[in-house]
């Protein structure tokens, strides 16, 4: 599933990670997080310094603003993990119970995947994101697309499907007071603008899993392939195999990974549920630390098809922040909302499509590294909407 706000970022993964690899290679490009001062000019927004007495510190990406630096993130999980249910947040689900007779009325949501199954699967991201920088309005907005192909080698008696992915193609929109960037792999020529190389570097890469019916990773396979091509796509084929975790380690893990691809399938109920019936589930949005509760419910049955409903209330856990590397941090206190809808097929347990919209609002808090600066807090809007569709 796809997140309302961030867990793991590939804008802001590749950037980091591009920028170890160049230091380990003597070319390292300018896109490490970190605090630098700066101001802005009304008339263009252009950044420009000016003296001491007068600045006031915000987080930059690269020379970004930190109104695209927290854009960038709120991309979500589907730049790295597009999933087959197509829910709103993270969820942690429980095993389902071993299989019996389903009551009239009721279904059991599922993985019910077979070997030659080939599932094609469009993911939009639309959001708004809006903050206030020492008295400057900043508006960002975003559109990212993800199309996957998802196939099936095998199942195993006791269901265990072998599932290959792969990123076919990623396009990106962003509109702001700093300009309009386009790419679309499928059209564009050249390479991609800076702010798209996240999701460009995404497409022709390759993972292969194994996956129960409740949706539970068994096993991750080609991490080490897909990390080095990721890393050659954004530019760096020399990397050594014995880098790849050092360039990658604080970023992306084949651990983390597969967590993230577990929390976005693991979604189903334990038990068979009929209309009305509900569950909850833990969510989680690690980016931001949000963590709650979302609540499911069947809302109907019709044919081979469930619709169910998703609602869940977020706040910031106690000392959630991202440190880089150079002791700079950003804080979060932020809460949010997630709600939609989801129309699962009951037969592949697949989701034919979702909607989910969310909106999370608060305050974000640079702080420099020690004995540079005074911590800096901003309020933070994020205004989202994600829609599915999956074909089999």
């Known amino acids: ?37 700066r101001t802005f000019d009304v008339k263009d927004l252009a950044p420009r310094p000016i003296p001491t007495a007068k600045r006031c510190t915000c987080a930059t990406i690269g020379g970004n603003t930190s109104a695209q630096m927290i854009a960038a993130p709120t ?15 993270s969820s942690t689900s429980p095993s389902l119970a071993p299989t019996s007779e389903v009551p009239a009325g009721s279904v059991r949501l599922q993985l019910a995947l077979e070997p030659g199954d080939v599932i094609r699967q469009s993911v939009t991201s639309e959001q708004v994101v809006a903050q206030n920088l020492d008295g400057l309005d900043l ?34 929109f962003q509109d702001s007071d700093f300009g309009i960037v386009e790419y679309d792999s499928a059209t564009s020529t050249g390479p991609p603008p800076a702010d798209a190389e996240g999701v460009a570097a995404l497409v022709g890469l390759q993972l292969e899993f194994l996956i129960g019916r409740d949706g539970r990773i068994a096993e991750l396979r080609g991490f080490d392939g897909f990390a080095m091509q990721l890393l050659a796509n954004a530019g760096h084929e020399g990397v050594a195999a014995e880098q790849v975790d050092a360039v990658l380690g604080d970023y992306l893990s084949e651990d983390g990974l597969r967590r993230e ?41 019709a044919g081979d098809e469930a619709i169910v409903s998703m609602t869940a209330d977020l706040a910031t856990s106690d000392g959630a922040s991202r440190v880089a590397e150079d002791g700079s941090s950003l804080s979060y206190d932020l809460t949010g909302t997630n709600t939609g809808t989801i129309t699962f097929d009951v037969d592949h347990g697949l989701a034919l499509s979702s909607r989910m919209n969310g909106v999370v609002t608060g305050t974000v808090t640079s702080t420099p590294p020690e004995g540079e600066g005074v911590p800096v807090s901003w309020p933070l809007s994020i205004e989202r909407t994600v829609t599915v569709t999956t074909a089999v």
């Open 75 to 89: 991309i979500g999980r589907l730049v790295l993990v597009v999933a087959l249910l197509g829910t709103a947040c």
């Open 139 to 172: 508006v960002v907005s975003e559109s990212t697309t993800l199309d996957t192909v998802l196939t099936v080698v095998e199942v195993s008696d006791s269901g265990l499907a072998t599932v290959q992915l792969e990123y076919e193609r990623a396009a990106f």
């Open 1 to 37: 599933m796809v997140s309302l706000v961030v867990s793991l970022v590939v804008s802001l993964v590749v950037s980091l990670m591009v920028s170890r690899c160049g230091e380990m290679q003597g070319t390292s490009k300018p896109w490490r997080l970190s605090l630098i001062e």
């Open 261 to 301: 691809l577990e929390l976005s399938f693991a979604v189903y109920p334990p038990e068979p549920v009929a209309p009305d019936d509900t569950w909850l589930l833990p969510t989680e949005e690690e980016a931001f630390g949000l963590r709650g509760m979302a609540e499911y419910r069947l809302e109907s049955i």
